[in-house]
């Protein structure tokens, strides 16, 4: 029974750094280059030069987000070693303060004496157990996925790439740019909207609001460049 609830606690763990991926890379996906495609059709009319240039930087940003991911990963990953060591480190140079964290631990939770000295006695008997207690409960970190980084990594880039192509999708199939633009808004507002709903659901923020919000800002986004590429042209 022990190792079946570990193996669940650990998919739990997995699908939400997937979830949150996701998230990070389709979010800027959807908005980056839906605003970079409006800003280019109020300036040129060729839709290829806009296509061109969307494909670029949806090459560009996923790199550039799939790096951020894999950094971010690295870091979790370099400071939970850190504070690894630095544990083993004080319970060989300071094993009697150590032991009174783990008491005040338990005496927290409303442990009496006796069951104090006996939860102590126990967690400390192994090193590697009474270390990961207080990285667990002192630190509040938890050991990493070792392949997180990478993971990270290839969800975010994929994720970014997914959703930039929206947005652009439209100028594959049209000549003129600002037809390209009329289908870009439509198609891109309504799956901004379906991405704000599911993610709020997820979160547990209200999925209309929420689905609203994200919406709303990639329209302010869009505007925004379109109109100051039509206000630099005049």
């Not at 504070?83 to 303060?97: S, V």
């Not at 009496?112 to 270390?131: C, F, G, M, N, Y």
Request: with cysteine; glycine share 8%.
């Amino acid at each position: 029974m022990e190792d079946t609830h570990l193996h669940h606690h650990e998919q739990h763990l997995e699908s939400s750094d997937l979830l949150k991926d996701i998230v990070i890379g389709m979010s800027d996906g959807l908005t980056v280059p839906f605003a970079l495609a409006a800003g280019l059709s109020g300036a040129v009319s060729n839709t290829s030069v806009i296509v061109l240039a969307g494909i670029a930087e949806i090459a560009a940003g996923s790199i550039a987000m799939g790096l951020g991911g894999y950094l971010a990963g690295k870091t979790d990953a370099d400071h939970y070693r850190s504070e690894l060591r630095r544990e083993y480190e004080e319970i060989e140079t300071m094993p009697d303060a150590e032991k009174r964290e783990v008491r005040a631990f338990f005496q927290q939770w409303g442990f009496s004496p006796a069951l104090q000295d006996q939860a102590v006695a126990e967690i400390t008997r192994d090193k590697d157990k009474w270390v990961k207690f207080m990285m667990k409960h002192e630190l509040d970190l938890s050991e990493p996925d070792p392949k997180r980084a990478k993971k990270s990594a290839f969800n975010i880039g994929v994720s970014y790439v997914v959703g930039g192509l929206i947005p652009l999708s439209p100028y594959f199939f049209v000549a003129n740019n600002i037809q390209g633009l009329k289908y870009s808004v439509i198609i891109t507002l309504i799956c901004l909207y379906i991405f704000g709903f599911f993610k709020s659901k997820l979160t547990g923020v209200s999925p209309w609001a929420g689905g609203l919000k994200v919406m709303l800002i990639g329209a302010a986004a869009a505007a925004t460049a379109f109109g100051i590429t039509r206000l630099i042209e005049h």
